[in-house]
Structure formats: C-alpha cells, structure tokens
Nanobody
Framework: QVQLVESGGGLVQAGGSLRLSCAAS????????MGWFRQAPGKEREFVAC????????????DYAESVKGRFTISRDNAKNTLSLQMDNLKPEDTAVYYC?????????????????WGRGTQVTVSS
C-alpha cells in the first residue's frame, strides 16, 4: 500500500498559478501510474490529469481533461517519490479539492475506479 500526501493548495486570483505536490511513501512508486482528480462543491469528483509510471515524454504517457489542457502540466520525480501538478492561468471554475491517486499499473487511465490509493486532498480556491 502507498501513502499519499498532497500539498501546495491555497487561494489565488484568476490568471495566477499554483503548483501542487504529492509525496508518496513506499519503494514501488516508480511502478505506479499516478493521477490528479478534483471535486468542486456540490459536484462529483472528476479526472484532471494522469501520468504513466515512467513519466516519459511520449504521447501516451500523459493525459489531461479537456478543461485543463494547455494550462496544467503533470510531472513526476521517481527518485524523490513525488508527483506534481503545475497549474497556470487558473480560473474560478478550477476551485476544488484536488486529490492525488496511485494506480497499481504502469499505464495511464482517466477512470477513478482504476486507481487504488488516494490522498486526502488539498484545497485550491481561485478568486475572480
């Protein structure tokens, strides 16, 4: 089992940037695909971005929700057991609790049910 702890959330004005981090325990981090999901008040949790276990820069190593493409960038450092989400040009509709998740597979997925371990989340609030 892997333990996941998110950090980096906060309050930012529209157009600003934030960088979320997810620290993972355990030695198998480089074997897991990872993802970011978010849940806005009154809404269901939704997919944001995912990255393969290797994190290589191939087309199939990353995927993004249409709403964040071109603004968010997912990355990972397997040597440091860390997952990141760089969020630029933030919009009020990006306000949500952001969750880090690990999948017991090396391949990317956008489906929540394919992820096996979840962090507790970090709040991101974007003011207009």
């Amino acid at each position: 089992q892997v333990q996941l702890v998110e950090s980096g959330g906060g309050l930012v004005q529209a157009g600003g940037s934030l960088r979320l981090s997810c620290a993972a325990s355990g030695r198998a981090f480089s074997s897991y695909a990872m993802g970011w999901f978010r849940q806005a008040p009154g809404k269901e949790r939704e997919f944001v971005a995912c990255i393969s276990a290797s994190g290589y820069d191939r087309d199939y190593d990353r995927d993004y929700a249409e709403s964040v493409k071109g603004r968010f960038t997912i990355s990972r450092d397997n040597a440091k057991n860390t997952l990141s989400l760089q969020m630029d040009n933030l919009k009020p509709e990006d306000t949500a609790v952001y969750y880090c998740a690990a999948r017991w597979s090396s391949a990317v997925s956008i489906r929540q049910q394919n992820f096996n371990s979840w962090g507790r989340g970090t709040q991101v609030t974007v003011s207009s």
